[in-house]
């Protein structure tokens, strides 16, 4: 590689595996990711059509891509998009657990079965493909999360199911260095403030409510989300390990 490519391509041979990468976030990160050059796989549930349709949009940029339906909810499936994605690519040397969802409510009325959905997507989804992950991942991997500025400061009510399953990941981001740091293995967080996406579009009722409280004026961008796990992605990042970056437009400020 020329130093040229390095600076523009800077994961170029490498490998990496987007959950929920069919919109939103997600869709930004895979893209993003294979702009940088890397093999990107993603995992989709409900939107199959989006998801070949990111794959479409990097392979006609000249990158690689490919779409495996895993609800993050199955261990299963979870277990099977690994394989499939090392099966292509012979690694994964970044993992974005991103895929998420946000069910909840007044705590009083909360389903049992919200909570226990809530689990299984947002942080069993987070343990088993981290597990599975980091059996095929080589010295100078990344494990990269998306938790959320909610584990900073509660701005509204009914969101206390949510912040549980996020502050959990922000949990085993911090003790999961210790166990990957010795392998050359970095861990971070990325804890996006309020973002314009499908699940809080920026007008919808969410940011009538947080919407004055963001430092910069406007919500975020997925783009701007993308930018920064990108940047931990990549070899400039291979001293930050543990870290929770906040990427909020002062939200939390
Ligand atoms: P969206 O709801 O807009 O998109 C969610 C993405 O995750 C989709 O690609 C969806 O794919 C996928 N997904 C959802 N459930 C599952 C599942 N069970 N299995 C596999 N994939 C799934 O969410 P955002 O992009 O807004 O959020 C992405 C992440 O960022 C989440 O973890 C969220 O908690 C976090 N976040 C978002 C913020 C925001 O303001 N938007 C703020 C802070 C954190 P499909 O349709 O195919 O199921």
Redesign the pocket.
Known sequence: MSNNEATLKPLSGKTALV?????????AVARRLAADGAAVAI??????D??RQVVADIEAAGGRAIAIE????SPEAVRAAVTRTVTAFGAVDILV??????LGGPIDEIRFEDYERMIA??VT?VFVATQEAVRHMPSGGRVIH?????TRYAAFPTASL?TLT?GAVTGFNRSLVRDLGPRGITVNTV??????????PDGGP?SQIVGPGMAIGR??K?EE?AHVVAFLAGPQAAFVTGADVVADGGFTA
């Open positions: 959950t929920g990468g069919s919109r939103s976030i997600g869709a995992t989709y549930s409900a939107s199959p989006k998801a895993a609800d993050a909810g657990n991103n895929a998420g969802i946000a997507v947002n989804g998306i938790g959320s500025s909610m949510y996020k804890h996006p403030g309020p973002t314009d996406t499908d699940m809080n969410v919500y975020g997925p989300v």
